[in-house]
Structure formats: structure tokens, C-alpha cells
């Protein structure tokens, strides 16, 4: 079965209360002309609820770029996952390479939070990837293998319908810097290998996995009509509508 490609725009730490539900309503007006592509926007906690409002009942997921773990008490400054769901998000992001590398957060760490999004019955993508070093070093697969094992560890076969696998590497976010498709479809290719030997050739079959770092209109075709690129996770591109739109487009194409 062809797997239904995924587009999610990752606004990290940008948008305020005017110009999040603005984007939001441009979003929503590029999902309505792509029904080939699933469309997903995470949006800074504080936001959620008003970007909610703007998207209404257009096929657009509302995405958190982060969750905790436990179902609330003393935590200070961490936001559960009922609390995500009350504000009506369905999908979320786990491993998302700042969190691991600028915020210090473990392959444990975010392994507890990936069950948890999914024990919660939530869409969990989890972002996986190489540092420059470790790249130049010839270790991509292995972390990339590391990072999905580690991630994955105790998710079923059934609940991996609900992940999503973004591939970013670190050295081609917000650099300009993007992944040539000859690479980026090899470690896509090995990631999906990773994934049938953990699970079944059925389940690796149907699980999207999708690119991250510098996707931008203008390299969007060339990558995701790559095999085993199903779509993107974007970060600066997804702040215009203008730019985000057509890389949608892409996707659906592809
Ligand atoms: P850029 O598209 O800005 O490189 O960011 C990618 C990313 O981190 C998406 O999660």
C-alpha cells in the first residue's frame, strides 16, 4: 500500500498570538488543495489553542513540539499530554534534534515520552539524526540505528501506525546546508531496514519517514520523489506560507 506522505511544519521557538493563527489560516488553505498529503503544523504550547481555533475543522494537524512524560503533579514547567489533548492536538514531536543537542535531553528521556504519546492514542513523530562529527566519521547508520532503537524501544507493531520517523540530520538544519537525495534516500533506505528487522517487513513498509534540514521549495521535488522519503518535516520554510505551501504541493505530488 502507498504510504500517505506527511508535511509537517515545525515553527520552534517563532510566531506570536497574530501571526500563528495568520500562518495557521494559510496552512489550512494548502492542506484544502492537497489532499494527497497529510498536513501537520507544531506550534509553540502557548499558541496551540488560538492556532487551533484558526485552523477549525481544515485537515490540519495541530502538533506540540514537545510533551512530558508523566500525567501531571509537580513537575514545574512541563506540559502533560492531557493537556496537549485538551487543547485539541493530536500529534507529537519526540527527539527533535535541539532537544537532544541543545536541551540535553537522553535516548531514555525520549523514549519515555514517545510511549507515553502513544500510550495516549496521539500521532508521536520521532526525530532522529547524525551530528557533523559523527557523520564525517562514517557514523550515520549507526546513529541513526542507535537513536530508532533506542527511541522505539517497547513500541508495538500495532502502535507504529500512529509514529512517524523524521531523518534530520544535524549538520543540514537551519544551515542552508541540505542532504543530497542520493543521501538522504540511503539512510531513509537503512532506517526502513532498522525498522524491519525490530518489527516486520509490512510495518517498516507502511511507516512514513520523512526528511528534515533546509527543505525548502526549491529541493523539495528532487527529495521527496526519492522512494523512501514520504515526506518532510520543516522548520524555516514553514514560517510563509509562500514557501511552505508548494513544498505541500510537492509532497502530494510525489
Ligand atoms: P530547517 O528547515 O530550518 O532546517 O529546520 C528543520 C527542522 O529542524 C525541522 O524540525
Redesign the pocket.
Known sequence: MPRKPYV?G?W?MNTDRVTGPALAREVAASAQANPGCEVAV?VPFPYLWAVGEAIGSAPVALGAQDCYFEPGGAFTGEVSLGMLQDCRVTDV?TG???RRHVLGETDELINRKTLAVLEAGMTCVL?IGELLEEREAGQTDVVNERQLRAGLAGVTAVQMARVVI?Y?PVW?????KVATPEDAQAAHARCRAVLEDLYDSITADATRIIY?????PANAAELLAQPDIDGG??????LKGADFGPIVEAAGRA
Open positions: 509537517g515545525n520552534k507544531f514531536l527533535h534534534s535541539e526525530c523524521a534530520e543540514a538544519i537551519g544551515t542552508g528534515g534540514g533546509s527543505l525548502k518535516l520543516v522548520g524555516g520554510a514553514s
